[in-house]
DNA sequence: CTGTTAGCGCATTCAA
DNA sequence: TTGAATGCGCTAACAG
């Protein structure tokens, strides 16, 4: 099956006896066309089943009507959503989308960007995390609007949407703090993400601090996203002699990972060991018991920020950053203590 | 940030000194140049940072080195899987993907093969389900070749890859029968899915059947993919004072909804009800107890559809569909009934 | 209202 | 080894 070059406007102008320009006239509307003209037209592009060339098209305006959204990870449910939300606008909006998965690879990031640029999109919107220089000098040489999604610019250049991690860790912490707790462990992303992982360190600490119950540093355990890390770390975590009555995690995966090794364990929660989550995601409320946790309204951080991008597309004035609060969502893995 | 043209070819021979073609020799290797005039347009790219214009060339070549993976719903982990396991070999190859999400709707699902079209995509992967006749169509007007993965076509049009999923459903229902479940209720999405639901719902009937053990028509509930749909399905099932000792489910989104309901109902799993889940997604490894399922070989599908892609696209003979087996999984959520 | 024509950025002849 | 010219499919002036 061999790439077959399909008909062309010629081709729809000849059948129809009449000029290309007359059909790009009735595709675009771009002048008046007499209504016999049309139909003939329109007929000719129907019998022949022709649809217009977009490489031809953006080769001329510089445009493609295509955004394109950079995702690290698909599969991670979190993303997903966020796709989910942009993707609705998008298709509300007529807009089309084209999403680039890059596994989490710095390289693949660049290559995506470089497509990006390769195929002048309209806009990118970037969702994959902290910015590093080579992503700076790709957004610059993109020559098209830039908007971060779920993620920022520290240094302002790019506006993007994401909630207030910080703010979200607080609240969690004080819920535990409220519920008696004291004894109480961190299980994290890496501190350098400054991004989500970082803020919520921050957040932990200092409400952990205030209160004077700041854990010590074997109970603050660094690990990556996923369930399996989560589970592992609290294994760890709950076999030894002292352990902690409450858990704070990063991520609604580390946590269920939690929920599961404590029900490895026999420590049942939430009577022996309280567990907080992070992002709301959909599958924790279905868990036994359903996970307490930090909501982020993940698709309207979705839709805003292709909202975003459409204005800055539109010509209007660059936003800055919008931060948006998380919530507590109290569910079943959290109580007062036992002891 | 209004689109900025960016530098063109002949902003680079230019800079060079040399003509647009011999810039056009240096990337594309298609003629020798000398060594000295190759370094100059280097450097001239360099300097520019320029990109070719895809959209030109695609115009002179009908190729843009581009496949287009359409996909319903990238919020669901199980396509989210087959998109990874797309992306990871697409990334090994060298091979750029772009990934249109349709949201189930068919709408969108044919606007996004009018894409491919219109931006003449080398090739295709559909993923979303049961085709019509509009698919069918629009698939015959790309003029491309298209592969199907986690689907097939009947008329066998387009190569697929796929697990057969009667066998699969077969594996769940004996596994049940093996432990001396008799009283078997089915949760399955419709039965109009001639793609999963249906072979499965073929798969479990003939094998129930063949043990004498066919359950009545209100133990055999079509519901959709998702856990509340399972979690409400179960609740109503195991309120009825004739309750199953077990339940086969046509996804494990649908068993981990099924798990939820039992716990609220303090029912124990698996002594009091054992649940078989179907295509072996990762986290319901992670439930409490670990959801037993037949697994499908996700990530391998998604590489071999692309793997398929591109043997189609250089060419080669259109290989028929090819049929996996699933694989049985047992993990804790079966167990011999009590009674 | 409609046709003719000149590019958009690039690859590819054909000459030199 | 290099340059000039042509055309890919389409849009946008400019004429008529």
Redesign the pocket.
């Known amino acids: 099956m061999v790439p077959v070059?399909g008909p062309?406007?010629?081709d729809v102008a000849n059948l129809a006896?009449?000029?290309?320009?007359?059909?790009?006239?009735v595709?675009?509307g771009?002048?008046?066309?007499?209504p016999?003209?049309?139909e003939r037209v329109e007929e000719a592009m129907a019998q022949l089943g022709?649809?217009?060339?977009m490489a031809?098209?953006s080769?001329?305006?510089?445009r493609t009507g295509l955004y394109g959204v950079i995702v690290p990870d698909v599969a991670n449910p979190f993303f997903g959503e966020l796709a989910t939300g942009m993707t609705r606008e998008a298709a509300r909006l007529g807009i089309q989308i084209v999403m680039l998965h890059t596994d989490f690879s710095e390289e693949q990031d660049l290559a995506a960007l470089d497509l990006c640029r390769e195929h002048r999109l309209d806009a990118v919107i970037y969702t994959s995390g902290t910015l590093g220089d080579a992503h700076r000098d790709a957004f610059r040489k993109l020559g098209r609007p830039v908007v971060l999604a779920a993620t920022f610019d520290p240094d302002g250049e790019w506006p993007g949407i994401l909630v207030d991690s910080e703010i979200g860790a607080r609240m969690g912490a004080r819920h535990l703090l409220s519920l008696g707790h004291r004894k109480i462990a961190l299980l994290g992303g890496p501190e350098t993400d400054q991004v989500a992982a970082g803020p919520r360190w921050r957040g932990w600490r200092a409400e952990l601090a205030e209160a004077g119950c700041l854990p010590p540093a074997e109970w603050q355990l660094e690990v990556r996203w996923k369930q399996q890390h989560g589970y592992q770390a609290a294994i760890s975590l709950l076999r030894q002699p002292e352990a902690p009555t409450a858990i704070l995690c990063c991520s609604d995966m580390i946590a269920l990972g939690v929920l599961a090794a404590a029900a490895d364990l026999g420590i049942s929660v939430p009577h022996e060991l309280s567990v907080v989550g992070f992002d709301g995601q959909a599958i924790a409320g279905f868990w036994r018991p359903p996970l307490t946790t930090i909501g982020q309204p993940i698709g309207l951080i979705g839709r805003e920020a292709l909202h975003l991008a459409t204005r800055l597309v539109a010509g209007e004035e660059p936003p800055t950053t919008r931060w948006l609060t998380p919530e507590l969502i109290v569910r079943g893995s959290t109580a007062t203590p036992r002891r």
Do not use: K
Not at 59 to 62: A, D, T
């Open positions: 070059p062309t406007i010629r006896g009449v000029s290309v320009a007359t059909v790009s006239r595709i675009s771009s002048a008046p066309v007499s016999a003209t049309r022709w649809r217009p060339n031809a098209r080769l001329v305006h510089g």
